[in-house]
């Protein structure tokens, strides 16, 4: 969601801007900018679309050193290109990710100072704020005017600047969104994340919140308040990938097949950070908060903690929980889960229970990420990079690291591995041929998942699989609840996929898809190998067999054949399955 770069530098400002843009891509945008000193004028450049049309209009062959750029992911105003970043005014020229939240009181401020506003944004508002402070303080220093800015913004940013007379340094603010300064030799880099210039240098300073940054050719500072304070340079080593398709067609369909080789490697990893764990015996709660994907893993947590150890387990969205009376006090552990270690509504929750005095432990796969440093404790998932928007490794790892602490403290002590021979078992479901399923479910407008206790969870994220890259409407139901309403909506050829990995309510769902099954749909069911006797045939359509597992890999399993499913129908689709309409990875606002 929005990426920033910036470049200083003695290489030509440009194919950098572009190259960093392009790694940000999967955080998702929808237009895209850059501006940049060519002979002591800002030139800007600004397109609806992909980077690709952005590049179009560039013209290469203008020199520059100085500059920076922008993936915009819309929140006030349309996609258009007067809407896109960077913003100019008077002599200030910015680049800006997370939401302005005063910036309706603070526009009718400025337009009574007679600033006129062109776009729908809050970041022209912004821009216009900080023309407005240092052009009626002549004699303040431009970090003095930034901090006079940050003054008055709310709300959250990570801002870069430009300015008409400083053509030598770029300005960097940041609150609650993320933002990093990579030193190279003689230059430096600006960016959302390590991602986008991690080829160039591993040396990086973390932006804290209220910080302010100023970068030259050949130095950087770094204030607070408008005091010069001391900085860490943090050197990544392998922790970050760049990553690469391979010979995948697709990002999503190269991180599916990288489940199964990651397994090994979760196992070593996960037992090295053990040690550095709370000891989750002494709290009486423990509270998962999440959002999308890593919520579903946290459902599957609930379940794998509540029905193997003693303790009682509440997930909760993260965007809700701040609103909610969470009984957070010395006593309670908030586990945050989080791909990318930036998620705005889960971060503000950590920092709310911190505030509490609750104790917090991120499953993080992002090193070094905001969550992962806020934290009182960490666990790496160790996916590695997930450029899919829609997540699949990352929600694997999650699920593992949630059953490993299961395991950990489960209430009968047998030692179990039951990971071992999950690698084999997840290719034996890569090899299933889907193309009769996706067939039938690619032309539909309504998809149905249906399960009962773990598996309607897992339905949950098979179901958001679908609508995050098919753009078909999906919805996943308890099985027991189809005849409390949704039972109403199965026509003649209506799409019920069905999950049934538990003996115990076998029967029951059996039953749920007769009832369907009788009144028209179309039914893929989705059943452990042996878990019953026999099925009735003409209770589904399609069958896919889940080789036999046990509660911990079944979860990962099962979510297999769904992520397959709705990767094969986006597919036959034709849409951007990596980069879905609307959507992005990281979603740094709330
Ligand atoms: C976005 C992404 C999802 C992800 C969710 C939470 O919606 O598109 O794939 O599950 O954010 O992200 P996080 O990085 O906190 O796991």
Known sequence: MCGIVGYIGKRQVLPILIKGLKRLEYRGYDSAGVAFFHQEEIK??????????????????????????????????????????????????????????????????????????????DTEVACA???????????????????????????????????????????????????????????????????????????????????????SMDNVSIYQNGILKDYVVKTLNEEVEIATKGEQEHYMMKEIKEQSQLIQKWNTLYFDQKEKLPDITSYQRIHIVACGTAYHAGLIGKYLLEKNTDFEVNVYVASEYRYQKNFLDKNTL?????????????????????????????????????????????????????????????????????????????????????YQELPVKINKLMEYDYSTIVKHLYQKKDIFYLGRNIDYVSMLEGSLKLKEITYIHSESFPAGELKHGPISLIEEDTPVIALITHEETAAKTISNIKEVKARGAYVVLIIEDGIVDSIDKNCYDEVIYLPKTDEYTCPILSIIPLQLIAYYTAKKKNLDIDKPRNLAKSVTVE
């Open 44 to 121: 800007l450049q600004k397109s609806v679309g992909r980077i690709q049309e952005l590049e179009k209009k560039l013209d290469y062959s203008l020199s520059s050193h100085i500059g920076i750029g922008h993936t915009r992911w819309a929140t006030h105003g349309k996609v258009t290109i007067m809407n896109s970043h960077p913003h100019q005014i008077g002599k200030i020229t910015i680049v800006h990710n997370g939401i302005i939240e005063n910036y309706l009181t603070l526009k009718k401020e400025l337009e009574s100072k007679g600033y006129l506003f062109q776009t729908e944004t």
């Open 334 to 418: 908030v586990i945050a889960i989080s791909q990318s270690g930036e998620t705005a509504d889960t971060l503000a929750c950590v920092k709310m229970a911190k505030e509490k005095g609750a104790t917090t432990l991120g499953i993080i796969n992002v090193y070094n990420s905001s969550i992962a440093r806020v934290v009182d404790f960490v666990i790496y998932t160790h996916a590695g990079c997930e450029v899919a928007v829609a997540s699949t490794k990352a929600y694997t790892s999650q699920v593992y690291v949630l059953g490993l602490l299961a395991l950990e403290y489960q209430s009968k002590k047998e030692k179990k591995n039951t």
């Open 129 to 215: 704020l900080i023309d407005w402070i240092k052009k009626n303080n002549s004699s303040l220093k431009m970090v003095d005017v930034l901090n006079e800015a940050m003054k008055k913004l709310k709300g959250s940013y990570a801002i870069v600047v430009m300015v008409q007379d400083e053509q030598d340094k770029l300005y960097v603010m940041k609150k609650e969104s993320p933002l990093v300064i990579g030193i190279g030799k003689e230059e430096y880099f600006v960016a959302s994340d390590f991602s986008a210039y991690l080829d160039d240098t591993k040396d990086y300073i973390i932006l804290e919140d209220n910080e302010i940054g100023v970068t």
